[in-house]
């Protein structure tokens, strides 16, 4: 993604943090259907460089765009959910996620960082932080880990589909640092 985009010329276009921060949750979910280990070590590539690229340590935010981008407007980090949930609220769940999956205890500090700087705002429009307000859910109660010793069959998949349940992270037996003694 990061060199396959380009514009008319022949110029890498870098994209938004928000396309990286779609990606890397894309991954997550995409491990959770098929239990296959590299969509997760894709994803922590993808966030190491997104870290390097995105983030604004004196803001404690990724911003829009890559740092060293020339900015077109101001440089912005969103962080209220509109139609989509902004990149910072997918970026925070994804470090959460990826913290417990890969044993980053640094990456689940920084989403909880993350949360403290935006939570003053939820009382004032609480529909326009809903996926930080999930994160927050998450933080208070912890996620949900169920790890199978095995995979699962199509059958167990499909009723694991039909059942919601927020802030559950799956996993196989295998190398993820998540499943070890388990």
């Not at 921060?21 to 590539?45: D, K, P």
């Not at 740092?67 to 077109?72: A, E, G, R, Y």
């Not at 990456?107 to 932080?129: A, H």
Request: charged share 20%.
């Amino acid at each position: 993604f990061r060199s396959r985009i380009k514009d008319v010329r022949g110029r890498i276009i870098p994209g938004f943090s928000e396309d990286y921060a779609l990606w890397i949750e894309g991954l997550i979910e995409l491990y959770q259907v098929t239990f296959n280990e590299s969509h997760i070590y894709q994803a922590e590539q993808l966030m190491h460089w997104s870290l390097e690229k995105f983030f604004r340590s004196e803001k404690g935010l990724f911003g829009n765009e890559p740092i060293h981008q020339q900015k077109l407007f101001a440089d912005k980090s969103d962080i209220s959910d509109d139609a989509l949930p902004s990149a910072n609220a997918v970026f925070a769940h994804s470090l959460m996620k990826l913290g417990y999956y890969l044993g980053r205890t640094e990456w689940i500090t920084l989403s909880q960082s993350m949360l403290l700087k935006v939570s003053g705002r939820f009382n004032s429009f609480p529909t326009g932080y809903a996926h930080w307000i999930e994160l927050m859910m998450y933080e208070q109660r912890g996620l949900f880990q169920l790890v199978f010793t095995e995979k699962p069959d199509q059958t167990l998949r499909q009723s694991l589909a039909q059942q919601y349940v927020p802030g559950m992270v799956l996993a196989v037996s295998g190398k993820l640092p998540l499943t070890e003694g388990k």
